[in-house]
């Protein structure tokens, strides 16, 4: 019980001990960290000992306080319980009339040797009924000096006093001894008679100092040897972690403690390792937060500058019409020319520029709405071969006044998903950029490409080539690869920036290929509902 008590309060200082020495590995200069180190493992070392020895060393001045203290009153009380423990089994066996049977020989033969007891056992006339020794006239002469004896050198105290029996302790002054006595009636009328001698309490208390005084040494002895070994096995976890800690602050998160135990400083290392991990975690999305912020300053300065091009664009597409327009006006207001032929001329001229102003103007807004999804996209099931060659006779008078040959190779009806008038306008924009492109020798083929769940629609064109450093860039609003073509037959640059916005609200792709005679326009529509 007391080294359970002593190991339970060991294990309480010494976690109050190491605590603080724990947190301070992780608080430490860096230009200290290996000197303090050693520091750190040497006064955990000197702590630790220290305790060990000071718990020791109390352990053992308790037991001799308490033995030099209590001891004498702890022996003289299990002195009388003994003896009142053997009064009450002899005098329960003379209710029984059974003092003198043999069946109660070992249970009399027990109670005194197990209380070192004398017992003597007298009936009314006189006659020895039980004893515990074989010369029972010695053993009756001393109980009667020792009921009788008037001698001064004799002192009695009365410890206990019933009607049946008296508890007394007496000592002779003269022998140095002492002793406890009983003596009274049984339940039969018999008188008994018992004594035992209390040992010496102080030569008993000295003899257990002296030992405990033998023992205390090897115990501080064996106990600051352990606490050397013990400091050092829970000193160089705390140098792992404190290392851990300060390459942590390096964010360096490789390294891991890799302890295996389930004690407080195993747990302390595995809360490190999650912090490693989180701290490796946060700080990676933290990156990667700062990553994307920076794309998106990027985005952005790249969006104004769109928009910088933009209105720059549009002033450009919108200054030469309303220069025109402005000029040709003029010239009415002032009648340069007065045949009615002439101010027909400048009609005509006057309308075409507002008409292509105002077809500009529809293709950005349906651009923006494209861009920004506020057009509906209506999805459904139509015949592809069926559009196309609704678009192609909407442009034959193109294809007869340029003197262009088309061919469509197919007669087969193309069932495809998509927005039916959204797709018209995809093929329509292919197709006048073909119209206006095609080159000797005037050759335009539309052909299908049938994939598992979907199909390529192309549009060729016989002509010249893209700069393979245009290719990306044509879908691009108002970018032309050829500004002075673009402009003799009308175009703002808008078309291909609206096919590419419709097939991205299709999720579909749409692309451009170089071939040696020419140019090649795709697009990619399901064929399969996708559910």
Known sequence: MIFAALGGRRLRKRNGLFAPEALRCFTGGKKEEIRGDR???RSLTLQYTGTILALVAGAVLLCWFLNTTFLEYYY????????????ATINAES????????GFDVGFEKICANGNISILIISSDGSVVRASVNDTKALTRQFMDVLFGSSQETSTEILKKTNSYVLERQADARMGSEYLVLWGTLSDGNLILMRTALESIRESAVISNRFLAYAGILAVILGGIISIFASRKIAK???????????????DFNVKYQGKGKNEIDQLGGHINQLSLTLEKTISELKSANNE??????????IDEMRKEFLSNVSHELKTPLALIQGYAEGLQECINEDEESRNFYCEVIMDEADK????????????????????????????????RGVIQSSSILLKQNEIHLTFHTDMPMYVWADEFK????????????????????????????MEDYVRISVFN???????????????????VDKARTREYGGSGIGLSIVKAIMDSFHRECGVINHANGVEFWFELDTKSQG
Request: no cysteine.
């Open 76 to 87: 003289t009380y299990n002195k009388q319980n003994a003896m009142l423990e053997g009064y």
């Open 423 to 450: 797709v018209e306008e995809v093929m329509t924009n292919y197709l006048s950029n073909a119209i206006h492109h095609v080159k000797e020798p005037k050759r335009i083929d539309i052909k299908y490409t049938q």
């Open 462 to 480: 016989t002509g010249s080539q893209i700069p393979a450093e245009d290719l990306d860039r044509i879908w691009i609003k108002f970018y032309k």
């Open 39 to 41: 520091m750190k493992k």
């Open 95 to 102: 209710e029984k009339d059974a003092l003198s049977s043999a």
């Open 237 to 251: 976890p705390i140098l792992e972690l404190s290392e851990i800690s300060r390459r942590m602050t390096d964010l």
């Open 293 to 302: 912020l920076q794309i998106d300053i990027e985005k952005k300065t790249q």
């Open 357 to 388: 102003m105002n077809q500009m103007v529809k293709k950005l807004l349906t651009l923006n709405q494209l861009e920004f999804g506020n057009d509906l996209v209506t999805m459904e099931r139509f015949d592809m071969t069926e559009l196309i």
